[in-house]
């Protein structure tokens, strides 16, 4: 999608880890800019800029203009890819790309699913939206913001693949047509709580506890009773 935006740039002649910490520091991020067969070109560029950018609803598929600061240099760009610090999520590099505005180019473009699926909403289902986004090929002024399918009419065991995809006419889906985008699930079974499985084994404790208090009594009363016939018999036989 092309923006009416145009982001001014410096050139960077110092490279390095450290002028790029400087230019941090500055507030801006280091960047490179390359494609078409031309020479990269190292940059630096306004943090919040860039995050303007991406902060709009085509995010990195936003087509704009880079300016290069004194000079009468501008190219149309799309941003190809980020690099952001692990800790603190802020820039740390960003790579553009030139865009012809006459030839295609191949995108991911988000995949929104509208309405509430049948078996979700009285058949007791799950929605699993397995593929959010699809990769497509198209004109850099046709790359649609993103693609809508309605998921009203799904029941349980029931999905939605690539192929049920609706684009428009001059935007071709590279992805494989097979694969699913989204599926009304049957909910799986709750396991027993471990607690319940340890309040019976807890109830089980005394009966256990009473079954072989009962049969240790029970041994104590034959040997008695075995000791006493023993004692008899000898008395018997004295006699």
């Known amino acids: 999608m092309i923006k009416n935006i145009v982001v001014e740039v410096n050139e960077r002649t110092d490279l390095g880890k450290n002028a790029s910490r400087r230019h941090r520091r500055a507030g801006d991020v280091p960047g490179v800019v390359y494609g078409l067969g031309r020479p990269p070109v190292s940059v630096a560029v306004g943090t919040r ?19 290069l600061a004194g000079q009468d240099r501008s190219r149309a760009v799309m941003i190809k890819a980020l690099q952001r610090d692990p800790v603190t999520e802020r820039l740390t590099h960003v790579d553009f790309i030139r865009v012809d505005l006459e030839r295609e180019v191949t995108v991911k473009v988000p995949i929104r699913l509208v309405g509430v699926a049948e078996g979700v909403k009285n058949e007791g289902g799950i929605m699993e939206f397995v593929h959010r986004q699809v990769e497509v090929s198209c004109l850099p002024g046709d790359i649609p913001e993103h693609i809508d399918v309605d998921v009203t009419a799904l029941h349980v065991n029931q999905h939605l693949a690539v ?28 396991e027993a709580p471990v607690v319940e499985e340890a309040a019976a084994a807890t109830a089980a404790e005394p009966e256990v506890i009473k079954k072989g208090k009962e049969a240790g009594e029970a041994a104590d009363a034959k040997d008695s009773k075995d000791s006493k016939d023993s004692k008899d018999s000898k008395e018997a036989k004295k006699g």
């Open 49 to 67: 800029k860039i995050e303007q950018v991406l902060g709009l609803e085509t995010g990195k598929n936003t087509i704009f203009t880079l300016a």
């Open 163 to 190: 192929k049920d995809l609706t684009v428009p006419a001059k935007v071709a889906i590279v992805d494989d047509p097979e694969s699913i985008v989204c599926v009304v699930a049957v909910p799986k079974e709750e």
